[in-house]
């Protein structure tokens, strides 16, 4: 069966020791534009056909890269009859494999790449919740892109560009949390691990989508309670990020950061017991708040029934008016 197989691709079968012997004696000449060149063959005939195949045109293709235009082939070890018609075909073959690899390192490539972005972004939102732990709320202004589009959305309100991101963590936070410093204070806690996140990156690598969970705890020491504005408190939270972000100068930034707080509880009574307006929305904007929302709370109902919150048992009508903020202009664009 091997040798009817190697015939009928023109290669003459002999003995291991007379075929290694005829190669270190005669070596196999190539024609190549009328120039013969020496190229060596497989020591030995192995026993699966393509292994001699494949190792015969690569030692092939390594002198001749366009064996496919060789007029003619004149090895002394194989019938030079048709030869020419073997060494296409089994050229063809390489060929065909080797673009199948080439195609296939492509697509590995390409999730690699994909995976690479995705730990890249949670390594960034993971980042994120370090510094602000931290009160380092210039170094999380920096996390986010310079797009005139970046945004911050938080407690109903929508803080636009990266004066606006300023504005919120650098002023708003800083003088509430650590008297306008950067870095923390003593007696200040804010800890709010980011977790459970879900990355979706787009086909160009370029943007990409994630949500993370957090659950805080948070609140203030008795030893400042005299000093510090907000007196002695200490609340748990439990919030949802629902994040855009953008590749900058081939690195990934926060482009928009959406932050809903679901619940908040104190330490003593839970969340069963927990008032309205635990924390309330903002209600100025900016400039009439220096360190308020660029887009104020409206009020106007945009969304669905089948969105809104009503109580236990009743209808929609039940429930309080949805909260609706501006789209950024960059989305407008794009709605046809």
């Known amino acids: 069966m091997l040798k ?7 290669i003459q079968c002999i003995p291991a020791a007379a075929y290694c012997y005829k190669l270190k004696m005669a070596p196999a000449l190539v024609q190549v534009s009328g120039e013969c060149r020496r190229v060596e063959l497989s020591p030995a005939l192995p ?38 018609t073997s060494a296409l075909h089994v050229a ?10 080439k195609r296939e390192i492509g697509q590995l490539k390409a ?12 390594k960034l939102q993971y980042t994120y919740g370090y510094y602000l732990d931290k009160c380092l709320y210039k170094e999380v202004a920096d996390l986010y ?20 991101v300023k504005r919120l963590y650098i002023g708003r936070f800083a003088n509430t949390f650590v008297a306008g410093r950067n ?11 980011q977790m459970q996140g879900i990355v979706d990156v787009n086909p160009e690598g370029t943007r990409a989508a994630g949500r993370f969970r957090s659950l805080m ?59 309205p307006n635990y924390v309330p929305f903002l209600s100025k904007t900016f400039p009439e708040d220096p360190n308020g ?27 309080g008016p949805p909260l609706v903020l501006s789209r950024p202009q960059s989305d407008m664009d794009a709605v046809p």
């Not at 063809?92 to 690899?101: C, P």
């Not at 009020?299 to 009508?317: I, K, M, N, T, Y």
Request: aromatic share 12%; glycine share 10%.
């Open 217 to 275: 705890s948070a609140g203030t020491h008795e030893s400042i309670k005299d000093t510090h504005p907000r007196g002695l408190v200490q609340w748990w939270e439990g919030g949802i990020y629902e994040n855009e972000y953008i590749k900058e100068k081939g690195v990934w930034k926060i482009f928009r950061l959406k932050y809903f707080p679901f619940w908040h509880a104190a330490f003593d009574k839970g969340w069963a017991y927990t008032k």
């Open 4 to 10: 009817t197989y190697y015939r009928k691709l023109g």
């Open 183 to 193: 870095g923390p204070i003593h007696g200040f806690l804010l800890d709010h691990p």
């Open 111 to 122: 999730v690699v790449e994909k995976l690479q972005a995705e730990e890249n972004i949670r």
């Open 92 to 101: 063809q073959v390489y060929q065909g494999n080797a673009d199948f690899k």
């Open 145 to 164: 892109a310079d797009h005139p589009d970046t945004c911050v959305e938080f407690l109903g309100g929508r803080f636009n560009g990266k004066e606006g």
């Open 47 to 84: 026993d699966d056909p393509t292994c001699i195949l494949s190792d015969m045109v690569l030692r092939i293709l390594v002198l001749v890269p366009k064996v496919a235009s060789v007029p003619s082939v004149i090895p002394s070890a194989i019938s030079s009859r048709s030869f020419s």
């Open 293 to 319: 929302p660029d887009h104020p709370v409206t009020g106007d109902q945009v969304a669905e029934d089948d969105l809104r919150a009503p109580h236990f048992g009743e209808g929609p009508s039940t429930s």
